[in-house]
């Protein structure tokens, strides 16, 4: 697992470009709509700067807890907390959830499933703290391999996000489409919705020897635990 990536110089710009690289919001937040999210317990995984725990609690939660493996993420975030309440942060890994079985409702979590290197051990945790029909709602990256270089899934992939000199590179896990299939039906999540959503913010930089072997896609999913 590549978290290392998130150096707290890597947090920090990632943070500051955060605010620009947002063209996924509308698609993430028209599945949120489809959920009743009022007066429910919320999860972010891999919260980052808080940006959307914030959002979800103005949006009627009633609890968002925040979790991030970077400490200095989780310092942003409650730099960017101020007085809100009914929203906390926590330095977790997302592989040992530091909370209760069936403690949320819902767990949100935007691009960091392709973090995890055994995708069935973080959706395990998922399906354990997610209360019986409890939701995820997430984006992630599915990348397809061509045939003949399989060899490539779970190596470090580097994404560029933005554009020019202010853009940043990140790493990130090829992951399998088969993969994290396989891992939703070992832990009793069913996908209700998936679509494949535009982010040309954020593409594959051609630094990556395997550039022309590889796609990256972008998955908005609604999921529920059955
Ligand atoms: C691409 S950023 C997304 C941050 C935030 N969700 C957002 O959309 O702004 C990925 C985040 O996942 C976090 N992360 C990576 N591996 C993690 C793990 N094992 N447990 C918890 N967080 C993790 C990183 O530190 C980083 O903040």
Redesign the pocket.
């Known amino acids: ?1 590549n ?1 290392a990536e ?1 150096s707290s110089e890597l ?1 920090t710009k ?1 943070s500051c470009f ?1 605010k620009d690289f947002n063209e996924t919001d509308n698609d993430l937040f028209n599945v949120v709509a489809l959920i009743a999210i009022k007066d429910r317990d919320i999860l ?6 808080g ?2 725990a914030m959002h979800l609690k103005e949006l009627g939660a009633r609890s968002v807890e925040g ?4 400490e200095k ?1 989780i310092e942003i975030a409650f730099q960017n907390k101020e007085k809100t309440s009914g929203v906390d942060f926590h330095v ?4 040992k959830l530091p909370f209760k079985d069936h403690t949320f409702d819902i767990i949100f ?4 499933i392709h ?2 290197e055994n995708t069935s051990e ?1 959706f395990k945790e998922i399906g354990r703290v997610l209360r019986p029909g409890g939701y995820f709602i997430g984006t992630f990256n599915v990348t397809d391999v061509s045939p003949g270089f399989e060899r490539l899934y779970n190596t470090n992939m580097p994404i560029r996000l933005g554009k020019g000199d202010s853009s940043i590179v ?1 790493q990130n896990l090829i992951k399998s489409r088969d993969e994290i299939s396989r891992a939703l039906s070992e832990n009793n999540l069913m996908i209700l919705s998936e679509k494949e959503i535009e982010h040309p913010n954020a593409v594959i930089d051609p630094s990556f020897k395997d550039y022309l072997r590889v796609k990256k896609h972008v998955m908005c999913v609604l999921i529920q635990k059955q």
């Open positions: 697992m978290t998130y947090a990632y955060r972010d995984l891999g919260c980052g700067d940006r959307y979790i991030d493996i970077s993420m977790a890994d997302g592989r979590s935007n691009f960091v973090y995890f973080v990140v």
